[in-house]
């Protein structure tokens, strides 16, 4: 059979940084095209890179079918859907999946970014068909691939994704921090949760472990990888990881590959260099010497 193809449109988080400083590794916002032989085309998330997925897919004869799969709705995740030109296409299906958020439906918050204050054509001109599927942390079935979400730890309800078809797993982790975060820089007393909304970004002992059965060996892991350690100190609860933290998961979790993701706007080509051979650097003092790579816009990794 066919191997799973996974291209990468957008590596970058927060904010677009095109230029000299980006071009090597991208300066678009998150998004992935995953093929799996013989199913639905998969998009996961929709920031500006899947602009550039967006006029690839006008080439094709045929009408697209494809399910996007947004993680939460920070303006990185979300800016490049009204510029997605195969959904103003009739003929095309698309089928976006997503969490609601406690004030909002779905379909809602995709509809509001389009409102007229921010943006000049309405979510009605979407000629595609487009259906909205609200999703929390479940398991459930697109065509034959296997598809299981789970909260992460970022402010907002937002979601990782774990693929697993023909025996093969892939995880999604794009935005998540450390929830032992004092292990990490922070040698504070453990917080406590007051309120259901702290669940999804308070910092609690008993997280991890879910955390590392759901993404126990998988064959490839993407996941947030924002900053170098130092940086995290002054940037926590504000929902990223430092590298160690994705590469602490990927050796305890026993996964086969690793690609940091998530790249700071404020990291040109060198600096997201210097994070891959830090990471690997300590996969080998866990000896533990898995691929691991930087995500990088336009490569395509097979499974």
Known sequence: MAPIRIKFWGVRGSIPTPGPRTVGFGGNTSCLEVQFPGQPLF????????????????????????????????WDHIQGLPFFKPAFKPGNRFDVFGCNEPNMKLHEIISWQMNPTYF????????????????????????????????????????????VFNGKSLIYMCDNEPFLQYTHGHTGDKPTIDSVEELF???VDNKEE????????????????QYFPEEYKQRITWGHSPYTYA????????????????????HDDATVERKVYESRQLLKEHGYEIPCSAAREQEIVEL
Do not use: W
């Open 120 to 163: 000049p054509v309405a979510i009605e001109d979407m000629r595609a068909e487009v259906a909205f599927h609200a999703i929390g942390q479940q398991s459930f079935r697109v065509g034959e691939v296997q598809v299981c979400t789970h909260f992460l730890n970022h402010p907002g309800y937002t979601l990782g994704y774990k693929f």
């Open 201 to 203: 970004e308070s910092f």
């Open 43 to 74: 998009i996961l998330d929709a920031g500006s890179g899947i602009r550039e997925l967006g006029k690839v897919l006008l080439g094709r004869d045929e009408p697209i079918h494809a399910c996007i799969f947004i993680s939460h709705f920070h």
């Open 210 to 225: 879910a955390l590392l059965h759901f993404i126990d060996q998988a064959d490839l892991l993407i996941h947030d990888a």
């Open 247 to 266: 590469v602490e998961l990927a050796v305890k979790a026993r996964v086969k590959q690793l690609i940091l993701f998530h790249h700071d706007p404020d």
